[in-house]
């Protein structure tokens, strides 16, 4: 069975990056057309900046993995403080409950991403250079 690299690892994180950054960018004309809110508009910019850094990633660009974890480490904290925030003013879920389930998703998919980064970095140390 092939064993998975620490590479193996920050591609599959560079690609989650990526695909949520052109998610977000493809997503701003919407949120402009439809919400109008400007929320919505910069949560979007905010993901965009996941394109060029999953690109950076996959091009192994040498301060794309540790600008990643500043990244998900901040976003992490930024969503777990909404996340707080919903569960302890149930007023701010006006649009239903939608919000409580992507939010817990979003935050489940960040944590996962960021211990894949950090099981990386620690694993990088210990693979002999090929």
């Not at 006006?94 to 489940?108: E, P, Q, S």
């Amino acid at each position: 069975m092939p064993r998975i690299t620490a590479r193996d690892a920050q591609v599959f994180v560079g690609g989650a990056f990526a695909f949520e950054g052109l998610h977000a960018l493809l997503r701003i004309p919407h949120s402009l057309a439809i919400h109008g809110d400007q929320s919505f508009v910069i949560s979007d910019v905010v993901g965009v900046f996941g394109l060029p850094l999953g690109l950076a990633i996959l091009f192994k660009n040498i301060f794309a993995v540790p600008i990643a974890l500043v990244y998900l480490c901040l976003d992490v904290l930024v969503t777990g403080v909404f996340l707080f925030l919903l569960l302890n003013k149930p007023e701010l879920q006006n649009r239903g409950d939608f919000i409580l389930r992507d939010t817990v998703i979003i935050v489940i998919g960040q944590v996962v991403l960021l211990a894949l980064l950090f099981w990386s970095r620690q694993k990088q140390g210990q693979e002999p250079i090929a």
